[in-house]
């Protein structure tokens, strides 16, 4: 956990009173369950495009919010003012909503057990604060990058764009928790774009730094202590000179040929077929049928719990609320309950999934794995993802080269891009970045045109090996959306190059019947 504290203005509000207001409301009101959340997120977002700024947006939303359950009946409300009058009216108007559901409620909300937590704070690992950084320093460094990228032979336009979040919350409940968490992330990236004039196409080429929980000092390397460069940044120098080059070999490669294909899977594109393969597919509320109307459900049904062979005996992923820098890490859920980490698939069989505390009796256990997020003060908080991730081999530190020169015939893929899955989280298929011929072991060149499909239990069904710890990176993404009204979560996802054997490989072109 971070040094750092929750800042100053944000603990001058005032937050206990407001806890008093609202808890004492709801309790003369008869609640048998409330909780406030006053909720700060700040963010920031600035685009460039071929060094000329597009847009420069700062948002900053602070509110309250209170939960109560009235007679086994959830009711909400919130509220922008931060005053003891507003937030016992927002309770009483809480508990207002729970009478009126009553009737339609045909589930009597039981809530998981959960310790009391008092006075607790939690911050999340970073070193420079980015709203302490001038934006006229965040402009120069993104036109720095870029320039660096337009001043290459074969590159006609770039995107550079970097948006940083700081969201700060306070949590009260009856049973007497009080907590105070801020966490911050950031999500840098890169584009260039190379044109063909004569044939009317064009071709791009990304950065692979992932969105991550960290402060400003990812984009530049620098302490915030020393001013020296630390392990805390990315390699963006190796990266932006080597982007050229790669975009005009991804031009002039080969389309690729069709059919069951042997393919190594690097970490920056494998994270994204986890999210949406692994991750949502284990998400209770959607398991049992809560998104049904809005995102789908998922073929992982508790009924198979212990029992589906989702992929081979390499397999095991984990869900963990306390990975260092992960975005969706924090200490404590929005229902109060202290992180953890705990199996969703162990040697390949499902094991576990996500939950919150009102699913948790509902699948027969005693505490929730704390997976209840909000991502306003003026939303209900939900199930979200916790970060899941596959594991790397605990036996052998197996390189991604090493993984390479197990095949004959094959596609390494590098990075993500554009991807589709059912409503089951069945069949799906993904694209990529840059895609290298494999042949005799080594690679051959790039190819273009890749995409990987497959059924979930079909593809990780097919996965040989795992590389070692070595190769174990964080991917991530921002914009994970859920639920009516909808909601965004930020979540990272943590994963070995690995291995697959006889994956079916499309032609993107002559699918598209170019």
Known sequence: MSTRDVDPD???????????????????AGATHADLRVHRLRTQSLRMRDGIV??????????????VVVDGTWGFASHAELSAESA?????????????????????????DEPVYRDA???????????????????????????????ADGVDHVTASVLQVKEQTFYADLAGSRITQQR?????????????????GFET??????????????????????????????????????????????????????????????PSNL???????????????????????????????????????????????????????????????????????WDLVRGGTLVGYQLDRVFAPRLGLERSNGCSYADSPHHVPIQRMANVSLQPDPESDTTTDELIARVQDGVYVVGDKSWSIDMQRYNFQFTGQRFYRIRD?????????????????????????????STWRLGGAFNCGKAQPGQVAAVSHGCPSALFRGVNVLNTRTEGGL
């Open 121 to 151: 704070v939690w911050v999340s690992d970073y070193e420079l604060d980015p709203f302490a950084v001038p934006t006229a320093q965040k402009v120069e460094l993104l036109s720095d990058y870029s320039g660096r990228l337009s001043a």
């Open 441 to 469: 072991g080594r690679l051959d060149g790039q190819l273009r045109d890749v995409a990987y499909q497959a059924t979930t239990t079909d593809f990780w069904g097919s996965m040989e090996a795992v590389g070692g710890r």
């Open 271 to 341: 994270w994204l077929t986890i999210h949406e393969s692994i991750g949502h597919a284990t998400e209770y509320d959607r398991a049992i049928g809560y998104e049904a109307a809005y995102a789908g459900t998922s073929f992982a049904t508790p009924d198979k719990l212990g029992t589906l062979r989702y992929g081979t005996p390499a397999m095991h992923v984990t869900a963990d609320r306390t990975e260092p820098h992960g975005l969706a890490s924090i200490g404590y859920d929005d229902d109060g309950v202290a992180s953890q980490n």
């Open 54 to 67: 597009q847009s420069a947006v700062d948002g900053d939303e602070l509110g309250l919010a209170v939960r």
């Open 205 to 266: 080429m990304r950065t692979l730094a992932p969105p991550v929980g960290r402060g400003w000092e990812y984009l530049t390397g620098a302490s915030a202590a020393t001013g020296n460069v630390t392990g805390a940044g990315w390699d963006w120098d190796t990266e932006l000179a080597r982007i050229p080059e790669w975009l005009a070999e991804k031009s002039k490669a080969p389309s690729v040929t069709a059919g069951p294909t042997d393919l190594v899977i690097d």
């Open 184 to 200: 911050v992330r950031l999500h840098p990236e890169l584009e260039a774009v190379s044109v063909d004039a004569s044939a009317g």
């Open 88 to 112: 016992a009216r927002t309770a009483a108007q809480a508990v207002e909503v729970a009478r009126a559901l009553r009737t339609l409620n045909r589930e009597r909300v039981e809530l998981a």
């Open 10 to 28: 944000f603990l001058a509000l005032p937050l206990h009173p407001l806890a008093d207001a609202a808890l004492s409301a709801a309790r003369t």
